[in-house]
């Protein structure tokens, strides 16, 4: 089935079902996508919010406290609802680990286990499978008509769509496999300790590193195929229609190759981009040039009136500024051609505020959508 | 603005750089390297990830520096004509694969890297990867000095959050591990962060308070949980237009395009002054401002000026 062609942001609030927002760290990623959120329940959706590790700040004007890894009511006077998440990957992990395993005592030997709590937090690609879980529960959710999820800041648009597999791939792989089957085979840990890989290994990360490494496989032996299923429908959802895809991105030279790289990416999964968001753009004052401006700072300058000439001369500072960066997000526009493009200007003042939030909201569907 | 950045190239030697996503860590990292070696020094920029774009920013080709071996990028830098920036990649199976060769095991190392075990140890202990990597530095520390291969190593660190959990490793390490020698690798390494003359964490930010803020509660956690210590910090994209301020001060705001621009720049520079006044406020090792260059992509003669601009700032080594 084809997705509907959206022709604006307003389009894609009112109409997606997911909105995943992506893009490399610094781009204001956690912030737009808080922007589109708190302009959906504008229009009446009920709307949930997942975030990464935002800013503290912006934590607080959500009625974040990173205590709870289910979604409260943000206090948003609006026609639809708005609740917020801050995603704690380990919490997400202990959750899916307890609703897979098939008793109480499987449940606690992985829970417990020293080499689990080391996979859960710090494995790559963990927090963006969790990311990826907690999307797929919370779009089975009924309280909720629209998720927007803001991703773990990365260079590899495809770590978030591959978590489910890489951490598979990662359970699954043959060395584990072959670390779990001596004990299939009745052998007791002992014995195969002692095979002289082992024994090497074990002695330079140390034997009880080690022990607990093959103790947490053979625990987890047998709930493999539910974590299957689980990643393999999460797989899923994440590359159908029902999942919009943005792209955040800044005009720095670096971010803008960083966005094209993640929408060539998305390419090769067959994912479009539905929207571009470029973030904290210099604000161009006016249509004219920075060339123009600096001629008339020229002349000022001539009839010795400096105030003018400072005046012009600022505004030829930052009309420069937007032209270089129109021109830097050139090659970004060509790569996302399909897409609905929208700009937000850099304000005077920093955005952290619910208000400050939802004006940029506003302007994300306001602003008329030029290429 | 400029306070208390003497010997900012001599204080250690190692800098690792780090900052939220965003702030330029990268350009920082170039220009620290470019600053040090116009001021006659021998430096040796390591990536831990060969980040696009760091070698170019040095005035090297996108490919150099891509290897472990790495790269020299310039020579004769300085009046002396001494300075030089060589470049490399640090990842942590080629650090394992050196470690496991220093511990006699080169033939198994290789096997354990080709069949994937490498891959059981890099996750089998919380942050073994990151001490293999910080192993690798420290070996590269000790060949430092007149008589050995560099004067200064500069690594572009892990993004901000990974900052704390990258330095962190070799104390985790020390207490989990019960022993053998990643044991005492842990605890060497660990004593190698602690030594202020030996390495220091350069924090980069951009003048606005929520990087700000970020980079307080980092350098807390990196005090708190590793004991290393800072060399000044550096704030980046700076820009104050003191005469747009004293216009808009003076009351002189003309109507349209003009004026709006002049409340802007004033704003954004009254922003810029107060961050940097908090960074001065909050850190007793100084900090450094790098102005605003405006452009959207930066070049390598971009960092050569900001280069200049920090090396008169620092002065030259004794």
Same mark, same amino acid.
């Given at each position: 089935m084809s997705p509907k062609k959206v022709q604006s942001f307003s389009d894609i609030i009112t109409t997606s079902r997911i909105i995943v927002c992506c893009g490399s760290g610094g781009v204001g990623k956690t912030t737009t996508a808080a922007a589109l959120a708190v302009q959906a329940a504008h229009t009446g959706r009920r709307v949930v919010l997942i975030t990464i590790d935002p800013a503290k700040r912006l934590a607080d004007a959500l009625g974040l406290?990173?205590?709870?890894n289910d979604p409260s009511r943000v206090d948003l006077a609006c026609s639809g609802e708005l609740w917020a998440m801050m995603l704690d990957a380990r919490s997400t992990f202990d959750d899916v680990i307890r609703r897979e395993s098939r008793d109480l005592e499987q449940q606690q030997a992985i829970l417990e286990n020293p080499f689990y709590s080391n996979i859960a937090s710090r494995l790559s690609g963990s927090q963006e499978y969790m990311a990826a879980e907690k999307l797929y529960e919370l779009s089975n959710d009924?309280?909720?008509?629209l998720v927007v999820v803001d991703t773990p800041?990365?260079?590899?648009?495809?770590d978030f769509l591959d978590a489910p597999q890489k951490l598979m791939n990662f359970l699954d792989h043959r060395v584990y496999r072959w670390l779990v089957m001596p004990a299939r085979g009745g052998l007791r840990l002992l014995n195969f300790a002692a095979q002289p890989i082992l024994k090497t290994i074990g002695r330079v990360i140390g034997a009880d590193v080690l022990a607990d490494a093959v103790n947490f496989f053979q625990a987890f032996d047998g709930i493999e195929d539910g974590f299957r299923q689980r990643s393999v429908a999460v797989q899923e959802l994440l590359k159908s229609s029902s999942s919009t895809y943005i792209v955040v991105a800044c005009a720095h030279n670096d971010t803008i190759q960083e966005a094209i790289y993640f929408t060539e990416q998305l390419a090769e999964a067959n994912?479009?981009?539905?929207g571009v968001i470029l973030n904290r753009l210099q604000p161009?004052?006016?249509?004219?040039s920075s060339a123009a401006s600096l001629t008339a700072a020229r002349k000022a300058d001539k009839t010795g009136d400096s105030a003018v000439a400072v005046l012009y001369r600022n505004l030829a500072h930052l009309r420069s500024l937007a032209e270089a960066q129109e021109n830097a997000l050139k090659p970004l526009l060509e790569s996302s051609s399909g897409a609905v493009v929208v700009r937000l200007y850099q304000r005077a003042e920093d955005v952290h505020d619910l208000e400050a939030i939802a004006e940029l909201g506003r302007d994300l569907v306001a602003t008329t959508t030029t290429r | 603005m400029n306070k208390k950045i003497d010997h900012m190239f001599t204080m250690s030697r190692l800098l690792v750089v780090a900052g939220k996503g965003g702030v330029g860590k990268t350009t920082v990292t170039a220009v620290i390297a470019r600053a040090s070696a116009d001021a006659g020094l021998r430096v040796l920029v390591v990536t831990l990830d060969s980040r696009p774009g760091l070698a170019e920013l040095l @005035? @090297?080709?996108?490919?150099? @520096?891509?290897?472990?071996?790495?790269?020299?990028?310039?020579? =004769?830098?300085g009046a002396a004509k001494t300075g030089s920036i060589q470049m490399r990649t640090v990842t942590a199976g080629e650090a394992l694969q050196d470690y496991l060769a220093t511990q006699g095991l080169a033939l198994l190392a290789k096997r354990l890297v080709s069949s994937g075990v490498v891959g059981v140890v890099a996750s089998a202990a919380p942050g073994i990867d990151d001490l293999l990597v910080l192993g690798k530095l420290k070996h590269l520390v000790g060949l430092? @000095?007149?008589?050995?291969? =560099?004067d200064l190593i500069i690594v572009d660190g892990p993004a901000a959050g990974h900052a704390v959990s990258f330095l962190q490793a070799p104390a985790a390490m020390a207490e989990t591990i019960s022993g053998g020698p990643l044991r005492s690798q842990a605890i060497e390494v660990r004593s190698m962060l602690q030594d202020p003359q030996k390495c220091r964490v350069v924090m980069v930010t951009t003048p606005e308070t929520t990087p700000v803020n970020e980079l307080i509660e980092t350098t807390e956690k990196l005090t708190q949980s590793v004991g290393v210590a800072f060399a000044p910090v550096i704030v980046n994209g700076v820009d104050i237009s003191s005469e747009v301020s004293s216009l808009v001060a003076n009351g002189e705001i003309p109507d349209g395009v003009l004026g709006d621009a002049m409340r802007y720049r004033a704003t954004r520079s009254a922003l810029h002054l107060q961050a940097i006044d908090r960074v001065h406020e909050r850190m007793a090792v100084g900090s450094f401002a790098l102005p605003h260059i405006a452009t959207a992509s930066l070049q390598a003669h971009d960092v050569v000026v900001l280069a200049d601009i920090m090396r008169k700032a620092v002065g030259e080594p004794a």
């Amino acid at each position: 089935m084809s997705p509907k062609k959206v022709q604006s942001f307003s389009d894609i609030i009112t109409t997606s079902r997911i909105i995943v927002c992506c893009g490399s760290g610094g781009v204001g990623k956690t912030t737009t996508a808080a922007a589109l959120a708190v302009q959906a329940a504008h229009t009446g959706r009920r709307v949930v919010l997942i975030t990464i590790d935002p800013a503290k700040r912006l934590a607080d004007a959500l009625g974040l406290d990173g205590l709870s890894n289910d979604p409260s009511r943000v206090d948003l006077a609006c026609s639809g609802e708005l609740w917020a998440m801050m995603l704690d990957a380990r919490s997400t992990f202990d959750d899916v680990i307890r609703r897979e395993s098939r008793d109480l005592e499987q449940q606690q030997a992985i829970l417990e286990n020293p080499f689990y709590s080391n996979i859960a937090s710090r494995l790559s690609g963990s927090q963006e499978y969790m990311a990826a879980e907690k999307l797929y529960e919370l779009s089975n959710d009924a309280r909720f008509d629209l998720v927007v999820v803001d991703t773990p800041p990365s260079r590899e648009a495809l770590d978030f769509l591959d978590a489910p597999q890489k951490l598979m791939n990662f359970l699954d792989h043959r060395v584990y496999r072959w670390l779990v089957m001596p004990a299939r085979g009745g052998l007791r840990l002992l014995n195969f300790a002692a095979q002289p890989i082992l024994k090497t290994i074990g002695r330079v990360i140390g034997a009880d590193v080690l022990a607990d490494a093959v103790n947490f496989f053979q625990a987890f032996d047998g709930i493999e195929d539910g974590f299957r299923q689980r990643s393999v429908a999460v797989q899923e959802l994440l590359k159908s229609s029902s999942s919009t895809y943005i792209v955040v991105a800044c005009a720095h030279n670096d971010t803008i190759q960083e966005a094209i790289y993640f929408t060539e990416q998305l390419a090769e999964a067959n994912i479009n981009i539905t929207g571009v968001i470029l973030n904290r753009l210099q604000p161009p004052f006016g249509k004219g040039s920075s060339a123009a401006s600096l001629t008339a700072a020229r002349k000022a300058d001539k009839t010795g009136d400096s105030a003018v000439a400072v005046l012009y001369r600022n505004l030829a500072h930052l009309r420069s500024l937007a032209e270089a960066q129109e021109n830097a997000l050139k090659p970004l526009l060509e790569s996302s051609s399909g897409a609905v493009v929208v700009r937000l200007y850099q304000r005077a003042e920093d955005v952290h505020d619910l208000e400050a939030i939802a004006e940029l909201g506003r302007d994300l569907v306001a602003t008329t959508t030029t290429r | 603005m400029n306070k208390k950045i003497d010997h900012m190239f001599t204080m250690s030697r190692l800098l690792v750089v780090a900052g939220k996503g965003g702030v330029g860590k990268t350009t920082v990292t170039a220009v620290i390297a470019r600053a040090s070696a116009d001021a006659g020094l021998r430096v040796l920029v390591v990536t831990l990830d060969s980040r696009p774009g760091l070698a170019e920013l040095l @005035g @090297g080709s996108p490919s150099d @520096g891509a290897d472990y071996d790495g790269t020299m990028i310039q020579t =004769h830098l300085g009046a002396a004509k001494t300075g030089s920036i060589q470049m490399r990649t640090v990842t942590a199976g080629e650090a394992l694969q050196d470690y496991l060769a220093t511990q006699g095991l080169a033939l198994l190392a290789k096997r354990l890297v080709s069949s994937g075990v490498v891959g059981v140890v890099a996750s089998a202990a919380p942050g073994i990867d990151d001490l293999l990597v910080l192993g690798k530095l420290k070996h590269l520390v000790g060949l430092t @000095g007149p008589d050995g291969d =560099h004067d200064l190593i500069i690594v572009d660190g892990p993004a901000a959050g990974h900052a704390v959990s990258f330095l962190q490793a070799p104390a985790a390490m020390a207490e989990t591990i019960s022993g053998g020698p990643l044991r005492s690798q842990a605890i060497e390494v660990r004593s190698m962060l602690q030594d202020p003359q030996k390495c220091r964490v350069v924090m980069v930010t951009t003048p606005e308070t929520t990087p700000v803020n970020e980079l307080i509660e980092t350098t807390e956690k990196l005090t708190q949980s590793v004991g290393v210590a800072f060399a000044p910090v550096i704030v980046n994209g700076v820009d104050i237009s003191s005469e747009v301020s004293s216009l808009v001060a003076n009351g002189e705001i003309p109507d349209g395009v003009l004026g709006d621009a002049m409340r802007y720049r004033a704003t954004r520079s009254a922003l810029h002054l107060q961050a940097i006044d908090r960074v001065h406020e909050r850190m007793a090792v100084g900090s450094f401002a790098l102005p605003h260059i405006a452009t959207a992509s930066l070049q390598a003669h971009d960092v050569v000026v900001l280069a200049d601009i920090m090396r008169k700032a620092v002065g030259e080594p004794a």
